[in-house]
T-cell receptor, first 113, second 116 residues
Framework: DAGVIQSPRHEVTEMGQEVTLRCKLISGHNSLFWYRQTMMRGLELLIYFNNNVPIDDSGMPEDRFSAKMPNASFSTLKIQPSEPRDSAVYFC???????????FGQGTRLTVV | AQTVTQSQPEMSVQEAETVTLSCTYDTSESDYYLFWYKQPPSRQMILVIRQEAYKQQNATENRFSVNFQKAAKSFSLKISDSQLGDAAMYFCAYSRWRASGSRLTFGEGTQLTVNP
């Protein structure tokens, strides 16, 4: 089985531009998590979904960030407009609802210049 | 709120020897899960081992084992017969299991170096 697939692996963009990160869940999983990793703050949860419904978005830093699940197997995280402080590695993870293990994608390294 | 603390930013071990990474956590819950994840230079977060709080028996996965002390809220990872491929950042994580999902709270991480 394919694992969680994220794209792109690397993204470099200019301040003010829109950035869209993509994630494909493991087949059959129905919980989706977006995490951000920085040196200063470590790994922090941004938002998570169960069965396509956002459950907790309290970790989303600002209104510039938005996440969607247009279908059961796919999610996007959008930053508009992007700022240099958004530079980080963004991870997507999925799990089977009711199961504790979360499986991570390889992350997207975002650099905003 | 739950917190996870890893007090060792860096550790090193000689190849073939044993190393123990420390983790403490704080929670008022009685039902939860604890994990160790490994993050090698490839950046992939890899699940190493999992422990259910209601189980007294310590989890073991090949060369990896944990020492789970529920009363002390301690959850250490022991790596036996260390290999060069074990070199990575290791994260301790907590999950309060409930039907609506399994969000993780991570510690700060411990960078493990394996010396040949």
């Amino acid at each position: 089985d394919a694992g969680v697939i994220q794209s792109p692996r690397h993204e470099v963009t200019e301040m003010g531009q829109e950035v869209t990160l993509r994630c494909k869940l493991i087949s059959g999983h129905n919980s989706l998590f977006w995490y951000r990793q920085t040196m200063m703050r470590g790994l922090e949860l941004l938002i998570y979904f169960n069965n396509n419904v956002p459950i907790d978005d309290s970790g989303m830093p600002e209104d510039r960030f938005s996440a969607k699940m247009p279908n059961a197997s796919f999610s996007t995280l959008k930053i508009q407009p992007s700022e240099p402080r958004d530079s980080a590695v963004y991870f997507c993870a999925s799990s089977l609802q009711g199961r504790p293990e979360a499986f991570f994608g390889q992350g997207t390294r975002l650099t905003v210049v | 709120a739950q917190t996870v603390t890893q007090s060792q930013p860096e550790m090193s071990v000689q190849e073939a020897e044993t190393v123990t990474l420390s983790c403490t956590y704080d929670t008022s819950e009685s039902d939860y899960y604890l994990f160790w994840y490994k993050q090698p230079p490839s950046r992939q977060m890899i699940l190493v081992i999992r422990q259910e709080a209601y189980k007294q028996q310590n989890a073991t996965e090949n060369r990896f084992s944990v020492n789970f002390q529920k009363a002390a809220k301690s959850f250490s990872l022991k790596i036996s017969d260390s290999q060069l491929g074990d070199a990575a950042m290791y994260f301790c994580a907590y999950s309060r299991w409930r039907a609506s999902g399994s969000r993780l709270t991570f510690g700060e991480g411990t960078q493990l170096t394996v010396n040949p």
